[in-house]
């Protein structure tokens, strides 16, 4: 391996290949389109992005800066994550001192506020004056996985975008690209197994892959399993029929496997578990009732429940219920 593709090995492939403009987000387009027209006419409003993580919703927010301010746009660009700087005192300091700052060239500058869900309600409070004080020069892009946690008067004051989880076919295509760039051959069945990993995470697509190409071997799906720690999709279904079957012996022991040999934890299996629901030959009633036995399992986990009682309890609800 040359010292250049060495080199491009040694980075972190999410950032290698993030998207620098608008027009190169995957799997968007309504929402690309409409910020394009925010941009076109340099008249941006404050806006909500809100969806699951690994979605493009910074991705679109760095994309804005670029596109507004070229290649000074960090200078005219604030990034804070709230989920680690969650306080009141962040609002008044830090994102009060750089609206205050005075700048030339441009009419106002971007605050991004990632995970703003995490934020206090008397930060978010702070944040709804805050945004009132300057609207005059500073514009809020706001980021949160639960848009229901941030209060309403600041969502009255955002256009707000909702980002979905991103299509196979999506995933697919950028995989697809950076596995060429990198000069990496993924065969088919390995590009399907990136694709169930991730679940519309572009993230973990991506992760995905530069973890299973890490030792330079073709990717396929065994590699993808194997370096993800991810159960794979057909032995979840066998484990749940046999349960389905009575056979909670059978079913327990597959359980055995996933969490002891494999090394899986409890809740990526319950995951996985709830991913599969509809893949069974259940009519609606029976996938409720499974669908319930999944969610209380989930709570109690959750609450700090052991994963491998709670699992195998669940199992056992499902052999008897059936």
Known sequence: MSEAERAGRDAVWIEKYRPQRL??????????????????????????????????????AIAIARELYGDDWEEYFLELNAS???????????????ARTSFGGHNYRLIFLDEADALTSDAQAALRRTMEQFSDNVRF???????SQIIDPIQSRCAVFRF???????????????????????????????????GGDMRKAIN?????????????????????????????EAMVENALDGDFTAARATLDRLLVDEGIAGGDVLDQ???SVWQFDLDDEAAVHLLDRI????????????????????LAAVALDY
């Open 23 to 60: 027009e190169d987000i995957a799997g968007h387009e309504a929402i690309v389109n409409r910020v394009r027209e925010y941009v076109a006419n340099d008249d941006l409003s404050h806006m909500l992005f809100a969806g699951p993580a690994g979605t493009g919703k910074t991705t679109t």
């Open 208 to 236: 995905g892959l530069q973890a299973a190409a890490a030792a330079g071997v073709t990717v396929d799906e065994d590699a993808v399993f194997e370096i993800t720690a991810t159960a794979r999709p057909e032995i979840i």
């Open 141 to 147: 892009i706001l980021s949160c996985n639960y848009s």
């Open 164 to 198: 979905a989880q991103l299509a196979d076919d999506a995933l697919r295509e950028q995989i697809s690209h950076i596995a060429a760039e990198e000069s990496i051959e993924v065969t088919e069945d390995g590009l399907d197994a990136l694709v169930y990993v991730a």
């Open 84 to 98: 680690d700087e969650r306080g009141i005192d962040v609002v008044r300091d830090r994102v009060k001192s750089f």
């Open 273 to 275: 578990l709830h991913r």
């Open 295 to 314: 969610g209380e399992a989930d709570y109690r986990i959750t609450e700090g429940a052991s994963e491998r009682i709670q699992l195998e309890a669940l």
